[in-house]
């Protein structure tokens, strides 16, 4: 299985971005999603993260009401569309599939990670 996020670039504060992630193949219909990113200097952090059938999302407290994720199945894609960002917000965003249906946030539910997209939010 391979992973291909893009969508990153350099946005300004209070600007958008949608990040997509291709999977290779088709994925059981077992497995969720999950989108995390790593700072400069800092540990990677879960981001969001969905179902298999999309139809439940969990975000980490401080992107909430702000970063939206979806899915389509049938192209074999997630999105994770970002909304009001602000510096805080820089980092490589990885998109990655899970061993279990709902994602989650724990890192080591993920067993296929992709390789990273730059988001820059200058201020």
């Known amino acids: 299985v391979q992973l291909q996020a893009s969508g990153g670039g350099l946005v300004q504060a209070g600007g958008s971005l949608r990040l997509s992630c291709a999977v290779s193949?088709?994925?059981?219909?077992?497995?969720?999603m999950g989108w995390f990113r790593q700072a400069p200097g800092k540990d990677r952090e879960f981001v969001g993260s969905?179902?298999?059938?999309?139809?439940?999302?969990i975000y980490a407290d401080n992107v909430q009401g702000r970063f939206t994720i979806s899915r389509d199945n049938a192209k074999n894609t997630v999105y994770l569309q970002m909304n009001s960002l602000n510096a805080e917000d820089t980092a490589v965003y990885y998109c990655?599939?899970?061993?279990?249906?709902?994602?989650?946030?724990?890192?080591?539910?993920?067993?296929?990670w992709g390789q990273g997209t730059q988001v820059t939010v200058s201020s």
């Open positions: 990655a599939v899970s061993r279990s249906s709902y994602g989650g946030r724990d890192m080591s539910n993920y067993n296929y």
């Open positions: 193949r088709r994925t059981s219909s077992n497995n969720g």
């Open positions: 969905i179902n298999w059938r999309g139809g439940s999302t």
